[in-house]
């Protein structure tokens, strides 16, 4: 197996709220206040819709606030994978990734371990460059998936509220549970609520929970009996989770480059009059990105200014330089060979 390639669960689509839109020439995230389910294709307009989008919506004129879902888990940390982010905008490759403790950056040394103070109090995360940044992997449990019981939808997400709230339920749920996590009937609800800091306007974000329709006990039975059966048929549910925790171990870094070119489109927008929020956050979320006043971000901007090259100068003020830095001072290229990609 290739060293530093990070196994993560197969992707077969995405759940986003938003959408990527061309604004005065610029490609700029948009909010949204529903659910889209697509494809891993795009077009001239952006994503295509997957075909359960429009299942699930029943009707055109119908909002996506909730979605039916499984995990694919019983280890709530395969799931849900959340961390203190940092790419390189030029190149959508993850240049520091850390939880609040320690980070792992890529140096000429190789990858190493630094503390990590989080972005209000890094200096390197100056102007929102590092924020708090998720991913879940859920299959939707609707008719004519079943086929594929092993592929996933990701959504991705830097809001702190939608983190903070997932990782939450997936704890407790699992508490409860007994650890069943897999086979219990789960739904991605949408929320709103409205604070001082957002000014009274809504924000809203991701929810998991129980399907409407059941109650916490008849959740439980049902779960225990599917994981029994499953049991029996010879699924072996314990290897799964050790295989997926195996593959994530195999790389430094979960995102390759080429995903993470899309998510610096969608979650990082190298913009002054934008606070870097993903579609999914509301003003409540900037806070936990970007904490620089407006002149701070103004006085690092410029028309080739980009992030690797003020990594790269802060680094080496530090005694270190980035994977794959030129010695003239110009952009860095961090993270080669240390990705998923």
């Known amino acids: 197996m290739l060293k530093g390639l990070a196994l993560t669960p197969p992707v077969i689509g995405r759940i986003s709220i938003g959408k990527v839109v061309e604004k005065s020439g610029k490609r700029l995230p948009e ?17 295509v ?25 019983d280890d709530p940390h395969l799931s849900l994978r959340a961390n203190y982010t940092m790419f390189d905008r030029s190149t959508g490759r993850p240049l520091c990734v850390g939880n609040g403790e320690t980070c792992k ?22 102007g929102g460059n590092c924020k708090p940044y998720g991913r879940l992997n859920v299959r939707i ?10 592929g996933s939808f990701v959504l991705r997400t830097t809001g702190f509220n ?7 339920r997936l704890r407790y749920f699992q508490a409860v549970s007994g650890g069943l996590l897999s086979t219990l009937p789960l739904e991605l609800r949408l929320r709103g609520k409205s604070t001082t800091l957002s000014h009274r306007t809504p924000i809203y974000y991701v929810d998991l929970t129980l399907r409407a329709e059941i109650t916490l006990a008849q959740a439980i039975a049902g779960a225990r009996t599917e994981w029994e059966a499953r049991k029996a048929a010879g699924m072996d549910q314990a290897a799964l989770d050790e ?33 870097g929020d993903g579609p ?15 002149s701070a971000r103004q006085r690092q901007s410029g028309p080739h200014r980009n992030l690797g090259h003020k990594l790269g ?16 001072g110009s952009a860095v290229d961090a993270g080669g060979g240390h990705g998923s990609g």
């Open 31 to 47: 909010k949204d206040d529903e659910f889209t389910i697509t494809s891993q294709v795009q077009n001239r307009d952006g994503w």
């Open 49 to 73: 819709n997957h075909p359960l989008d429009e299942q699930l919506r029943k009707d055109k004129n119908t909002k996506l606030r909730s979605i039916p879902v499984r995990l694919l888990f």
């Open 105 to 126: 950056r890529a140096t000429l040394s190789g990858m190493q371990s630094f503390a990590c103070p989080s972005p209000q109090a890094c200096p390197l995360a100056e």
């Open 141 to 150: 449990d609707v008719e004519g998936t079943g086929s594929d019981e092993l």
């Open 162 to 168: 939608s983190i903070r709230t997932l990782a939450a």
């Open 243 to 275: 295989a997926a925790r195996a593959g994530f171990a195999l790389g430094e870094f979960e995102e390759s480059e080429e995903d993470g070119a899309a998510v610096v489109e969608e979650f990082y927008p190298d913009t002054e009059d934008s606070s």
């Open 280 to 294: 999914d956050q509301g003003p409540q979320d900037a806070r936990h990105g970007s904490s620089q006043p407006q």
């Open 313 to 328: 100068e802060r680094l080496k003020a530090q005694g270190m330089v980035p994977i794959g830095a030129p010695h003239s």
